[in-house]
């Protein structure tokens, strides 16, 4: 999702603000191909066509927005896979094709413009970045990965005055939560408090205050916190 030369303005004025997380959840209507996936013929379809699609339309935007300023990395699948769960190693694959590879496509494919331009580049990582849950072990590499490069970016692009963003919630309302029986943030509540980020040229956004308190707690007493989240299986 990318803003052009309106910039943090037009953020601040759209009602819905909640757009900025949702615009690109249905990228390219892969979203719904990505659901259906439950074999590993199905993930190696899917790859497929996303990388065919998604490069396609990716060119073109950056070709087409000359003048974007803020471009912010949403796309993401959780397949709720642990280690041991059958074909977990083709979830993984497609996992860190959306969730990590997406991301760097896009920031390192957006970077001249960006150079040229100023702005930011906010990268939808997850609290799970700093933690993992075995549950969920292939998304959490995945998010991990994300946090890693998030942090490299922000380094590499730090001289061009282009701030790297990167937020960290916890369990969102949205489709990929869907059935979940946890407490929810929304995503307009995700969404502002980005926009909030970006004004305030942050590193870090913690949405909810779960996330704060979470990480709050990584800080203070990691060790517990792992154990803790090593034994939801």
Same mark, same amino acid.
């Given at each position: 999702?990318?803003?052009?030369?309106?910039?943090?303005?037009?953020?601040?004025?759209?009602?819905?603000?909640?757009?900025?997380?949702?615009?690109?959840?249905?990228?390219?209507?892969?979203?719904?191909?990505i659901h259906a996936i439950e074999s590993k013929k199905d993930i190696a379809l899917a790859n497929k066509e996303t990388l065919v699609v998604a490069g396609h339309?990716?060119?073109k935007l950056v070709k087409e927005c000359d003048d974007v300023n803020v471009l912010v990395n949403n796309?993401?699948?959780?397949?709720?896979?642990?280690?041991?769960?059958?074909?977990s190693i083709d979830f993984a694959r497609s996992e860190m094709e959306v969730n990590?590879?997406?991301?760097?496509?896009?920031?390192?494919?957006f970077s001249e413009t960006l150079k040229r331009n100023g702005g930011a580049i906010v990268n939808v990582c997850?609290?799970?970045?700093?933690?993992?849950?075995?549950?969920?072990?292939?998304?959490?590499?995945?998010?991990?990965?994300?946090?890693?490069?998030?942090?490299a970016l922000k380094g590499e692009l730090a001289p061009y005055n282009i701030n790297v963003l990167g937020v960290f919630p916890g369990p969102v309302d949205t489709s990929m939560t869907?059935?979940?029986?946890?407490? +929810?943030?929304? *995503?307009? #509540?995700?969404?502002? $408090?980005?926009?909030?980020g970006l004004k305030n040229d942050?590193? +870090?956004?913690? *949405?909810? #205050?779960?996330?704060? $308190?979470?990480?709050?707690?990584?800080?203070?007493?990691?060790?517990d916190v792992e154990d803790a989240f090593s034994k939801i299986i």
């Open positions: 999702f990318v803003f052009g030369s309106a910039g943090l303005d037009e953020i601040a004025t759209i009602d819905q603000v909640d757009i900025v997380l949702n615009a690109i959840v249905g990228f390219a209507g892969l979203l719904p191909t339309i990716i060119t796309a993401g699948v959780n397949y709720g896979k642990g280690i041991f769960s059958g074909n990590y590879f997406g991301t760097f496509n896009m920031s390192t494919l997850s609290l799970l970045s700093f933690v993992c849950m075995p549950a969920n072990a292939t998304y959490c590499a995945s998010k991990a990965a994300l946090f890693s490069f998030t942090q869907a059935g979940l029986d946890v407490e +929810k943030i929304t *995503p307009t #509540e995700v969404a502002r $408090e980005i926009v909030v942050s590193y +870090k956004v913690l *949405p909810g #205050e779960e996330s704060k $308190e979470t990480y709050k707690n990584l800080i203070d007493n990691y060790e």
